[in-house]
């Protein structure tokens, strides 16, 4: 990521709004070929409960009230597949990129390249990780990434086909240092008002803040990320 079609944007204390709307700022540069790539980071300050913009996941007024007393927002977007809540001890990275029209994509292959990543990231740090999904862990995937058998990343992808470029978008949600009953409280609450069994377990996903005596700082966490993306 080193010409001037390369982007890194970082945010260490933003709204998800904010960063979902930076997010759509960037993909419509990379449509448009003002950008070739770009790598975003963020994180943030609010506890933010986000829904995927659909019939089955609804922001009931019992909901938001309960989510309201413990200080909670809800957001939605119009990706994802289910409950995602958002703090401070999550970094979100987003790596958006241009794929030739013409070429096929394998989602598959897009997600072993993109955890491939990050496992550099997390070796990095002393930490193995493999991919898998995880019983009773929130917006649970094929392409979570675990320690243990417990989740510490979630990823989701997207492909966008426009005219003349295809944009590959691929996200992880990685755990750093959260209180895991209080990450899984509100997804709980919004699966109890929305009609849905599924109950989601504390003890199915762990941190970073778990795995090692220091976590490391925010700028540190973040150049590590960097650094992975630029040499792989």
Same mark, same amino acid.
């Given at each position: 990521?080193?010409?001037?079609?390369?982007? /890194? /944007?970082?945010?260490?204390n &933003?709204?998800?709004e904010?960063?979902?709307?930076?997010?759509?700022?960037?993909?419509k540069?990379?449509? &448009?070929?003002?950008l070739?790539q770009?790598?975003l980071?963020?994180?943030?300050?609010?506890p933010?409960?986000?829904?995927?913009?659909?019939?089955?996941?609804?922001?009931?007024?019992?909901?938001t009230?309960q989510?309201?007393l413990?200080?909670?927002?809800?957001?939605?977007?119009r990706?994802?597949?289910a409950?995602v809540?958002?703090?401070?001890?999550?970094?979100n990275?987003t790596?958006?990129?241009?794929w030739?029209?013409?070429?096929?994509?394998?989602?598959?292959?897009?997600?072993?390249?993109?955890?491939?990543?990050?496992e550099?990231?997390f070796?990095?740090?002393?930490?193995?990780?493999?991919n898998?999904?995880t019983?009773?862990?929130?917006?649970d995937g094929?392409?979570?990434?675990?320690?243990?058998g417990?989740?510490?990343?979630?990823t989701?992808?997207?492909?966008?086909?426009?005219?003349?470029?295809?944009?590959?978008?691929a996200?992880?949600? /990685?755990?750093?240092d959260?209180?895991?009953?209080q990450?899984v409280?509100?997804?709980?609450?919004?699966n109890?008002?929305?009609?849905?069994?599924?109950r /989601?377990?504390?003890?199915?996903?762990?941190c970073i803040?778990?795995?090692l005596?220091?976590v490391?700082?925010?700028d540190t966490?973040?150049?590590?990320?960097?650094?992975?993306?630029?040499?792989?």
């Amino acid at each position: 990521m080193t010409t001037s079609k390369n982007r /890194i /944007i970082q945010f260490k204390n &933003t709204s998800v709004e904010r960063a979902f709307e930076k997010e759509a700022e960037l993909i419509k540069k990379v449509q &448009t070929g003002d950008l070739n790539q770009c790598l975003l980071l963020w994180r943030t300050t609010t506890p933010t409960l986000v829904l995927p913009a659909s019939q089955k996941w609804k922001a009931t007024p019992e909901l938001t009230a309960q989510l309201d007393l413990h200080n909670w927002h809800i957001v939605s977007r119009r990706t994802g597949g289910a409950p995602v809540p958002q703090v401070q001890g999550v970094i979100n990275l987003t790596h958006m990129y241009v794929w030739d029209a013409d070429r096929h994509y394998a989602i598959q292959e897009g997600y072993s390249r993109f955890c491939g990543t990050l496992e550099h990231f997390f070796n990095a740090l002393g930490l193995t990780t493999e991919n898998h999904a995880t019983p009773h862990s929130y917006c649970d995937g094929d392409y979570n990434m675990n320690i243990n058998g417990q989740k510490i990343v979630g990823t989701a992808q997207r492909v966008i086909t426009g005219k003349e470029r295809k944009v590959i978008l691929a996200q992880a949600c /990685i755990l750093v240092d959260v209180s895991l009953e209080q990450l899984v409280h509100p997804v709980n609450l919004c699966n109890q008002f929305n009609q849905m069994n599924d109950r /989601i377990k504390a003890d199915a996903h762990t941190c970073i803040a778990d795995q090692l005596e220091t976590v490391p700082a925010i700028d540190t966490l973040y150049r590590g990320l960097i650094q992975a993306f630029v040499q792989n």
